[in-house]
């Protein structure tokens, strides 16, 4: 049965989780549509030119365009605003300053938000599903019109973050860099277009305990805020076997190596391990000051960004993998990892870890702590036999948790949110 209003969902990126929030009002057909920025359409005359032109360069733009393709919906309901996107992503490529690439950035999310406001005035949208910095005007649209508003905080409370990371630098001076000064004074300008969007919704989405705990210790209302966490890839049918002991612990890092994901703790861990024992593989951009690693330390290869194929392909020869993060609303890597059956060591500040169950897939550890990744470290190397063992455990991590329960899991909150607002009447399917 479907829903007697239609939703909205506006999300500025082609990312899977707004894609899958999507799909989870799609599937009782309550969607209106999916407007995003710019969206990659294989079927479009750029795939095909590309796809036609010789060599490897086509290949590679290809490859990248696909990281922006919609697989989770039909392309009728997509609509795209790509124009602003377009000129970001060039002069970030071409190498604009980071200042630029960032104001056109604040320009996108405010232009975004104030079209998916114009777009809830079309008959039949009674509710409009957008996320945390381009909800705004939305909301204020949606206020006039007497349509139910929902956002989604898909990161932790940046106030949290900021006094966290204010915090690293000082103990860390060499994490300054020549922007932060830029950044630091804008922080409390957008930390104010967020709270007026937490005030002005309805309902608050988060992805994990973790985020949803920051945001009401942030002034968020306990009533309307909720935890989705988000679901895993696919699982193999079962654990591969795991690595052969005798050889070097083999650790694998997946994701933006950044004072946000405690790479600058991880490198120092890790100068205090013995290569002879231990190889970290690093895929994902580095933006890590250079001198806190460089030169890489003996046993630490860096292999840039890759598509997932080939990071899946690091998880089946990997032991475990590191995500010591200092502050993630959830961190898709840890389910991705454990659909390969693949152990992981985290922090309890990233919200995959509502997933994690100590000592059976994976390790929880403190936050901002070297020693303790050291430790972690440790553990694997002398516990090799109880590691391998946790494979399975992994697997099951996320065979128990896929993007189904995830989009069933967010209906029941938004109907549960709704109900709460005053709006349940007009959406009855929503709450069964």
Not at 106 to 135: P, Q, T
Not at 419 to 431: K, N, V
Request: hydrophobic share 45%; with cysteine; proline share 6%.
């Amino acid at each position: 049965m479907g829903l007697s209003v239609k939703t909205l969902v506006a999300f500025p990126s082609t990312a899977i989780f707004g894609q899958q929030a999507a799909c989870a009002f799609d599937e009782v057909g309550s969607l209106e549509t999916y407007l995003t920025s710019f969206a990659h359409k294989r079927s479009g005359a750029v795939a095909r030119a590309l796809g036609a032109l010789p060599g490897r360069r086509p290949r590679r733009v290809l490859s990248e365009l696909e990281r922006r393709a919609i697989t989770a919906l039909p392309e009728d309901k997509v609509e795209t605003r790509p124009a602003v996107e377009i000129v970001r992503t060039v002069a970030a490529k071409a190498g604009a300053d980071v200042k630029t690439v960032d104001r056109i950035w604040d320009h996108l999310s405010k232009d975004f938000a104030r079209a998916a406001g114009r777009r809830i005035a079309k008959d039949g949208v009674g509710a409009i599903y957008a996320y945390e910095y381009s909800a705004l005007e939305a909301f204020a649209a949606a206020d006039r019109l007497g349509r139910a508003k929902i956002l989604d905080f898909p990161s932790l409370n940046s106030r949290a973050f900021e006094a966290l990371q204010r915090a690293q630098k000082d103990a860390w001076p060499e994490l300054r860099g020549p922007n932060d000064t830029y950044f630091e004074n804008l922080f409390e300008i957008r930390q104010a277009r967020r709270d007026a969007e937490m005030r002005a919704a309805d309902v608050i989405i988060t992805n994990s305990s973790v985020t949803r705990r920051s945001h009401i210790e942030g002034g968020a209302d306990p009533q309307k805020t909720f935890a989705v966490p988000y679901g895993a890839p696919p699982p193999l049918a079962e654990a591969p076997p795991a690595p052969d002991s005798t050889r070097p612990l083999r650790v694998v890092w997946a994701g933006t190596f950044s004072i946000r994901k405690g790479a600058h703790l991880f490198v120092e861990a890790w100068r205090k391990m013995d290569p002879r024992h231990a190889v970290a593989d690093i895929y994902g951009a580095v933006v890590l000051p250079e001198r806190l690693w460089a030169p890489a330390p003996a046993g630490m290869t860096f292999h840039g960004s890759v598509v997932r194929s080939t990071l899946f392909q690091a998880f089946a020869t990997a032991d475990i993998l590191m995500f010591p993060s200092l502050s993630d609303g959830f961190g898709m890597v840890v389910t991705e990892a454990f659909s390969r059956g693949l152990p992981v060591i985290t922090t309890a500040d990233a919200g995959a870890s509502d997933l994690m169950r100590h000592g059976e897939n994976g390790l929880i550890i403190p936050a901002g702590d070297a020693d303790a990744i050291a430790d972690a470290l440790r553990w694997c190397l002398d516990n090799r036999a109880a590691l391998a063992a946790m494979r399975p455990a992994a697997l099951e991590a996320a065979r128990g948790w896929q993007w189904s329960h995830y989009r069933a899991a967010l209906r029941a909150a938004v109907g549960e949110g709704l109900q709460r607002a005053g709006h349940a009447a007009d959406f009855p399917s929503t709450i069964a």
